[in-house]
């Protein structure tokens, strides 16, 4: 699809929006983990406006839309989206919050799914609409479901243990000293939503995205080490000796939102302040819990590393430093053979 084929795609939201009794939607580049990186299946704002790059997100209204990209983009969002369908502002010097500020009309209810954008990005974003007296409205439904007819399925990427000899601690080891530190901090339950800090505290490597080596998954763990692990079975194999996984729990990714609110009902539930989704954030309170909004222990935990990591990442330098060499090895000889015989190098 060229960036001249996407009046279609627009056409179809707007008709999306007029059902749901929107006037706006908001369509961030990320998924629910807040990946730079996303699957197929998530990359909305591309197949909404062609632009491909990493940081973004559009403004889509009954009459116009609008695309913001940082300073990194000024150029390529000229040369993948079309003009005469999107205005081109810039993410952080002209951000949405205050176009929103300035610009939106009071009445307006402007749709978000809050599974796909962070507490900090969001109350600005709501700020920005009660400031002119909009509405920002949280979606019970994902429009591309409905506007996206070949939309590529969820990833399904396989995911492989990692040995406690490469990771130099067993994954039981760091839950228990995880959920000290979550009890030593005056709460009740961790929730993880980013795809690292999971694939380290389990020991487990995926492939859900090329180039990320972690699976998509969300996590519960309680100060009292219990651990419930939101993740599509299909992507762990049929043997599950293979895993350290007899002290967790296993459960769909769509029911997380659903068992979050059972697990954090009066509780206080620490919650990453940079990376959770706002859904998030909104269930906790909406349960009766308490927020312990803060850096995720296991982040900090994952900074220091077992002499087993260590000497990995020696080993890995080894062999990288092998394979180019050995590639430029084979360049200085390949090259000029195939300049004499005038062939390319390609």
Avoid at 127 to 140: H, I, K, Q, R
Avoid at 215 to 242: C, I, M, Q, Y
Avoid at 269 to 288: N, Y
Wanted: charged share 25%; net charge negative.
């Amino acid at each position: 699809m060229t960036k001249n084929d996407r009046a279609p795609v627009l056409a179809a939201l707007r008709g999306w929006m007029d059902s749901a009794g929107l006037d706006g939607l908001i369509v961030p580049r990320t998924d629910a983990h807040q990946s730079e990186v996303t699957a197929p299946h998530d990359d909305c704002l591309r197949h909404l406006s062609g632009f491909s790059g990493s940081a973004g997100l559009a403004l889509v209204l009954k009459d116009k839309a609008l695309i913001f990209v940082d300073g990194r983009y000024q150029v390529q969002v000229r040369q993948e989206v079309d003009p005469s369908l999107f205005e081109i502002h810039h993410l952080h010097d002209d951000p949405l919050d205050r176009w929103l500020k300035d610009h939106a009309q009071s009445g307006w209810r402007i749709g978000i799914d809050t599974m796909l954008v962070g507490g900090s990005l969001y109350d600005r974003l709501a700020g920005g609409c009660t400031a002119s007296g909009a509405e920002l409205v949280t979606l019970d439904a994902d429009p591309f479901d409905a506007v996206w007819h070949d939309r590529p399925l969820p990833p399904l990427g396989a995911i492989r243990a990692m040995s406690p000899d490469v990771a130099g601690e067993t994954a039981a080891g760091k839950q228990v000293r995880i959920a000290e530190s979550v009890r030593q901090g005056g709460a009740d339950v961790l929730v993880e939503t980013l795809p690292d800090n999971i694939a380290w505290l389990l020991n487990v490597r995926g492939s859900d995205v090329p180039m990320n080596p972690v699976p998509h998954s969300f996590l519960l763990l309680g100060a009292n080490g219990g651990l419930e692990w939101f993740v599509d079975r299909r992507k762990l194999g049929n043997d599950l000796d293979t895993y350290e996984l007899s002290d967790v729990t296993l459960s769909p990714p769509e029911r997380f939102l659903d068992r979050l609110a059972a697990a954090v009902a009066g509780k206080t539930a620490v919650i990453d302040a940079d990376f959770a989704p706002q859904a998030v954030r909104a269930g906790i309170l909406a349960a009766g819990g308490r927020l312990a909004p803060q850096t995720s222990p296991i982040t900090l935990a994952k900074a220091l590393k077992t002499s087993a990591e260590l000497q990995g990442f020696r080993d890995c330098h080894l062999e990288d430093g092998t394979a180019v060499t050995d590639f430029l090895a084979w360049l200085s000889e390949e090259a000029p053979a195939r300049q004499r015989a005038g062939r390319p190098l390609t």
